[in-house]
């Protein structure tokens, strides 16, 4: 089972990010049961719509929760602007092992962990 750890720019829709997840992933994007992320991003619709697509539960954690992560690749750029060095990695690592860093597109970033 996998929980991916997903930031992602404003106005993010349900196509591109199915895209960036199913591009890392291929076929184990089966093998996913929930999207972690960064409480004000929970809120984005094409994150919310990507979840109910799926069948996928939403996680979101604070910045503060997800700061307090030590992650491979960490960010200034997230940091100054959500206040957080990671969002894919930490909050994939919330929820399990990371197994794969963070891997972007032009309008998001994901990361995986393994739940144990």
């Given at each position: 089972?996998?929980?991916?750890?997903?930031?992602?720019?404003?106005?993010?829709?349900?196509?591109?990010?199915?895209?960036?997840?199913?591009?890392?992933?291929?076929?184990?994007?089966?093998?996913?049961?929930?999207?972690?992320?960064?409480?004000?991003?929970?809120?984005?619709?094409?994150?919310?719509?990507?979840?109910?697509?799926?069948?996928?539960?939403?996680?979101?954690?604070?910045?503060?929760?997800?700061?307090?992560?030590?992650?491979?690749?960490?960010?200034?750029?997230?940091?100054?602007?959500?206040?957080?060095p990671?969002?894919?990695?930490a909050?994939?690592?919330?929820?399990?092992?990371?197994?794969?860093?963070?891997?972007?597109?032009?309008?998001?970033?994901?990361?995986?962990?393994?739940?144990?």
């Amino acid at each position: 089972m996998l929980v991916i750890g997903i930031g992602a720019r404003a106005g993010v829709t349900v196509d591109e990010l199915e895209e960036l997840v199913v591009g890392a992933l291929g076929d184990k994007v089966d093998q996913v049961i929930g999207v972690a992320t960064l409480d004000s991003k929970a809120q984005e619709t094409g994150l919310r719509m990507l979840c109910v697509r799926r069948g996928w539960n939403l996680h979101s954690h604070t910045a503060e929760e997800l700061a307090a992560v030590d992650v491979p690749t960490p960010s200034k750029k997230a940091k100054q602007a959500v206040g957080t060095p990671s969002v894919a990695e930490a909050a994939a690592s919330l929820h399990g092992t990371l197994t794969r860093t963070k891997t972007s597109s032009e309008v998001a970033t994901l990361a995986v962990a393994k739940v144990p």
